[in-house]
């Protein structure tokens, strides 16, 4: 019985990234569709990293990859392929070719290939080798290509998921080389023996590999296996519709992790470009597993946009553990070279959900925390100090005298304490509640009064309130 066609075998994607010291969003995008993919059909999704380039290869470059897929959640089902270690496997493959005919060796000398590639541009062909149609026996004892014997007649089809059908013509194909003269196997024809020994039955990938696929088709053809089903995404593109490069603020994953999105809101952003169910914007991962399908993604290039990004962020910073959110502020304040204290962990955790709402990113987020964790006597700026008027000082004391007295601190109870106090005085909260302010966060954001209050907790409210109005002589 032969194998079952790989459309009846269950699905198995994969991510092939090359190590180049970042992970770029486009192949985020690309390991997310691949992952939704996957898990939409119960299939499996996995690594391999294409580390040939050995000067490029580093251990780093390679755990930046690591780095990037676990910090997105989409951790591959088995463990990482290395495709430089498989070269065995990818000239074993080409024996067989040679063996079935597919491919040839060519001993064309640099100097004949230079002249065959002169009279090629003059007559508009490819490149052919004489040794296509020489007897191996005739081989001299010189260096050689092994190159894949390509059809020259007829077309070679890609029928992709995402591009439609695209034709090639095989004349426009050369015969690519499979081995160089030192023996070492190329990129396409590694890229077919993995992607067949892994049992990849889905090639999701970047468009910019697209041409690759009918390369590939022909390797896959001389080999007598059966295609992957290709689908090949549209690049990202920046706000103003240019290839995404630096100037559009970012593009690597890591620098949107130090900029403080959260991993859920980049896969809901990510599976949005180029891909959506009907208007929804916002969606939890189980969701787009379910909706999610290949056939689905459009084909046109999908454009960053910041503040969709921002908007969903701020969304998944409000609905996220408030004890997870506060180790990533604590981590950011640290990175700030802020000194925390043991103490300030809890005090920070009471904050965060007072502060978050109007956060776009965690960086924003630590910024709205950074009254807490200033040391008392706070440095009031001149703008604040305007404010503590003789009259006003009188009146936060009288303030001070009902706080203390207050048992529950918390929002509600604070609103209505200070409310009762505001009409007791006979004025309006405005009279002192931009001093109070002061007197608590020095000028730094703060969240409403009530709120900051309960961030700081009494005791060090009523402390920074005795600060300003009985300093220590
Ligand atoms: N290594 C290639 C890249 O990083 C991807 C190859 C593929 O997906 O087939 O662009």
């Not at 380039?53 to 951790?75: H, M, P, Y």
């Not at 809101?265 to 189980?286: C, P, S, V």
């Amino acid at each position: 019985m032969s194998a079952p066609s790989l459309s009846d075998r269950p699905v198995v994607t994969r991510i092939a990234p090359s190590p180049t010291g970042s992970m770029h969003i486009g192949t985020a995008r690309t390991a997310l569709f691949n992952w939704l993919y996957a898990r939409h059909t119960g299939g499996k999704f996995l690594l391999r990293i294409e580390d040939t380039d050995r000067e490029r290869s580093t251990k780093d470059a390679v755990q930046v990859i690591f780095d990037g897929l676990a910090w997105l959640g989409l951790e591959a089902d088995e463990t990482p392929v290395f495709q430089a270690s498989r070269a065995d496997r990818h000239v074993k493959a080409v024996d067989e070719m040679l063996a079935r005919g597919s491919a040839y060796r060519d001993y064309m000398t640099p100097e004949e290939l230079e002249a065959e590639r002169t009279l090629a541009r003059a007559e508009g062909r490819v490149v052919r080798s004489p040794w296509r149609n020489l007897s191996p026996n005739d081989a001299p004892d010189r260096p050689f290509v092994v190159r894949l014997k390509a059809p020259i007649e007829g077309e070679t089809l890609i029928d992709d998921q995402v591009k439609g059908r695209v034709t090639f013509q095989n004349k426009d194909l050369d015969d690519l080389i499979l081995l160089r003269t030192d023996g070492t196997p190329t990129y396409n024809l590694a890229v077919v023996v993995d992607d067949h020994e892994m049992g990849v039955t889905h090639v999701i990938r970047g468009d910019d590999h697209l041409n690759n696929a009918a390369r590939q088709t022909l390797i896959y053809e001389g080999l007598g296996w059966e295609t992957p089903v290709w689908a090949h995404l549209p690049l990202i593109h920046g706000p103003d519709g240019a290839k995404l490069s630096k100037r559009h603020g970012a593009q690597a994953v890591g620098e949107f992790a130090d900029m403080g999105y959260l991993p859920e809101a980049m896969r809901n952003y990510l599976a949005k470009l180029g891909w959506g169910h009907g208007d929804d914007e916002i969606f939890a991962d189980e969701q787009a597993v379910a909706w999610f399908d290949i056939k689905d993604v459009v084909g046109a290039p999908a454009r960053l946009d910041w503040a969709k990004l921002n908007h969903l962020n701020n969304h998944y910073i409000r609905q996220a553990d408030v004890s997870r959110l506060t180790a990533l502020v604590a981590e950011i304040h640290k990175s700030r070279d802020w000194k925390l204290r043991e103490a300030d962990l809890p005090v920070l955790e009471r904050t965060v959900p007072l502060v978050r709402d109007g956060a776009k990113t965690t960086l924003e987020l630590a910024d709205a925390t950074v009254f807490v964790l200033r040391q008392r006597p706070l440095e009031l700026p001149e703008k604040a100090q305007a404010l503590l008027t003789e009259e006003t000082r009188a009146r936060l004391s009288r303030l001070r005298h009902v706080l203390t007295e207050t048992q529950a601190w918390q929002v509600a109870e604070l609103e209505t304490q200070i409310r009762a106090f505001a009409e007791s005085e006979g004025v309006g909260i405005g009279k002192f509640g931009p001093a109070l302010r002061a007197v608590l966060a020095g000028g730094s954001p703060a969240p409403d009064l009530a709120g900051a209050l309960v961030s700081l907790g009494k005791h060090e409210s009523l402390g920074r309130l005795d600060d300003v109005l009985s300093p220590a002589p």
